[in-house]
């Protein structure tokens, strides 16, 4: 079983950027891919970027593509996004999952409580 938690949300400028970082429990981390996705209010949870187990593979969402980047560490246990030239567009509740590989998007659970981003035009 692995728990996950989220950090690293707040507000920002467009142009601007953040970095997100998702912090795993449990010794099993590196079994799993990782996942972030995001919910925008009235709006459905959506795909913006996996990467598998050792991170040698990287899958990213048409809308984000160019300007996140997701990463692991796994000795930390932990996945970052790296956010840059952030958009209006981009505001919405983003949470981290694990699922088996990188493409099983509809796989993905264990959710974390989500960390809000904000991006002011």
């Known amino acids: 079983q692995v728990q996950l938690v989220e950090s690293g949300g707040g507000l920002v400028q467009a142009g601007g950027s953040l970095r997100l970082s998702c912090a795993a429990s449990?010794?099993?981390?590196?079994?799993?891919?990782t996942g972030w996705f995001r919910q925008a209010p009235g709006k459905e949870r959506e795909f913006v970027a996996t990467?598998?187990?050792?991170?040698?593979?990287?899958y990213y969402a048409d809308s984000v593509k160019g300007r996140f980047t997701i990463s692991r560490d796994n000795a930390k246990n932990t996945v970052y996004l790296q956010m840059n030239s952030l958009k209006p567009e981009d505001t919405a509740v983003y949470y981290c999952?694990?699922?088996?590989?990188?493409?099983?998007?509809?796989?993905?659970?264990?959710w974390g409580q989500g960390t809000q981003v904000t991006v002011s035009s």
């Open positions: 990467i598998s187990r050792y991170g040698l593979s990287t």
């Open positions: 999952g694990v699922g088996s590989t990188i493409y099983a998007l509809d796989e993905y659970d264990h």
């Open positions: 449990g010794r099993t981390f590196s079994s799993y891919a």
